[in-house]
């Protein structure tokens, strides 16, 4: 049996009697994605539409899409910006539009992934010769811009194509021919052209192709489900981390806003331009789902700098803008295996709405009068212990008697398992015998599902003649 002492502090003021019990607040360091201290895991879907009481019955908590919602969803949105070279003829005009946008999708958007596979040409990329100098140009106007107006919205940037080692220098670029740039290349020169400071977490397409979920990166082998040539698999992630610690950013995130494998189509399908180059990648709908959910329990397992990924897709085989054949429907998982397969893995708890909690919760100061005038700073905490984002206001009381100052923006929002730590500042002048007050008031609501709370934090300052103290020793049992 172990004895703890602790001692208790009896305030003896003539007549009146106060218990006071001397408490000590740990406060875990402020956490953000990019840092990699969040408790949450993004599990995400890249939709053609919303879906969210779908998305939700699987158990996932985010969704990838491409126009702006203009609306609270009850699961977090990463809405895809496109970016590409034409921009650059007038970038402030590029910043007001992406300000503008920012602005408009306040509360309704809760990360950004500011261009696309910027390391292609194509008409979904760069729509030009990939320049990653140039697009860390206009990343890092976008960044300024977005949070000049959302500072709690996650900047995440372009999700990088895996295209492989690709041999030849175009214009003094490795890895270039003129159409697209190996990714590791294109990563490299665009962290040394300053990107690194322009992002909060890292985005990056780490398909699966023909390679099984868990095949090593950079192995060749002769058969396919473990052929991981030029990093074409899943755990090519590996390798793009590497890329961020060399250059001294490994505590940043990565999210892999797009992967997944490719399916079958119907026999009629295979003449279809849009599968030219891309049936080595198939694979059945049973090693689909066998593979996404291997991957999602792989990197909660091995990945600690993995924040999130989003699986490409989810219902773009039944959105009517995409033909019969289109490739991009044989990577849904609606209606195929995956999708019961991904609802019934293991996950993190179901999001529980919590409780913003406040320490100090009071706080009380006895004095004399010839300990005043009165100035003291004490550590103030905002936590949000449930898993929703909440949303607060805070509003310091009209009483003047007590003059606080609270550090740090009075509204903002807080994500699931995050803290906000500040200082409060307590002031008083000399005043005769007497009690003094003010109060901290602290409002916060759940955006989407319409709870709110109000919680008030009394402040009171008691001068007196003569205050007596005596302790009392707490023996507790372990």
């Known amino acids: 049996m172990n004895k703890l002492w602790s001692r208790l502090t009896i305030i003896l003021t003539g007549t009146a009697v106060s218990l006071f019990a001397v408490i000590f607040f740990t406060n875990r360091p402020t956490a953000t994605y990019a840092d990699g201290n969040s408790d949450d895991f993004g599990y995400g879907l890249s939709v053609a539409w919303p879906a969210v009481s779908e998305v939700q019955a699987m158990g996932f908590n985010w969704i990838r899409v491409f126009d702006p919602p203009n609306t609270r969803h009850a699961v977090n949105v990463l809405l895809r910006v496109d970016i590409n070279a034409s921009h650059l003829n007038d970038i402030n005009g590029f910043g007001n539009s992406i300000q503008a946008l920012a602005q408009s999708q306040k509360g309704y958007v809760d990360a950004y992934e500011l261009g696309n596979e910027v390391n292609l040409d194509a008409s979904y990329g760069w729509a030009a010769p990939p320049n990653a100098a140039h697009y860390a140009t206009l990343l890092c106007e976008a960044y300024g811009r977005v949070k000049a107006v959302d500072p709690d919205a996650i900047v995440v940037s372009a999700g990088l194509a895996p295209v492989g080692r690709v041999s030849g220098n175009w214009h003094g670029h490795p890895g270039h021919n003129g159409a697209y740039q190996d990714d590791r290349e294109y990563m490299k020169e665009f962290l040394d052209a300053g990107g690194g400071a322009c992002f909060d977490v890292f985005g990056y ?24 040539t030029n990093g074409f698999c899943f755990r090519g992630l590996e390798k793009i981390y ?41 694979v059945s709908d049973e090693k689909q789902a066998e593979n996404l959910m291997g991957s999602f329990l792989y990197a909660r397992e091995h990945y600690p700098w993995v924040g999130a990924l989003f699986i490409f897709n989810y219902n773009f085989n039944e959105a009517d803008w995409y033909g019969e054949c289109e490739q991009m429907r044989f990577y849904s998982i609606k209606n195929r295996p995956a999708q019961t397969t991904l609802t019934e893995m293991p996950k993190i708890a179901n999001p529980e709405v919590g409780e913003l909690v406040v320490q100090p919760s009071s706080f009380t100061k006895i004095l004399s009068p010839d300990q005043q005038p009165f100035s003291v700073t004490i550590p103030f905490t905002i ?38 730590n500040r200082t409060l500042q307590i002031e008083t002048p000399i005043y005769p015998l007497g009690n003094y007050r003010n109060t901290i008031q602290i409002t916060d609501t759940v955006p989407g599902l319409g709870s709110s709370d109000t919680q008030t934090i009394p402040i009171n300052i008691f001068i007196w003649e003569e205050t007596y103290q005596t302790h009392l020793p707490i023996v507790m049992k372990q």
């Open 242 to 282: 590497e890329i961020l610690q060399s250059r001294g950013l490994g505590h940043k995130q990565i999210w892999g806003t797009e992967y997944g494998w490719l399916t079958m189509p119907p026999d009629h399908c295979t003449d279809d331009g849009s599968w030219d180059g891309r049936f080595w990648q198939i």
């Open 205 to 228: 397409h780490p398909f699966g192709y023909s390679a099984d979920f868990d095949t090593p990166p950079d192995q060749w082998s002769a058969d396919p489900t473990q052929n991981c």
């Open 383 to 420: 936590e949000n212990k449930g898993d929703w984002r909440r949303t607060y206001a805070i509003e310091v009381g009209p009483n003047t008697e007590v003059d606080l100052n609270l550090s740090g923006p009075l509204h903002g929002n807080l994500y699931g398992r995050f803290s906000s």
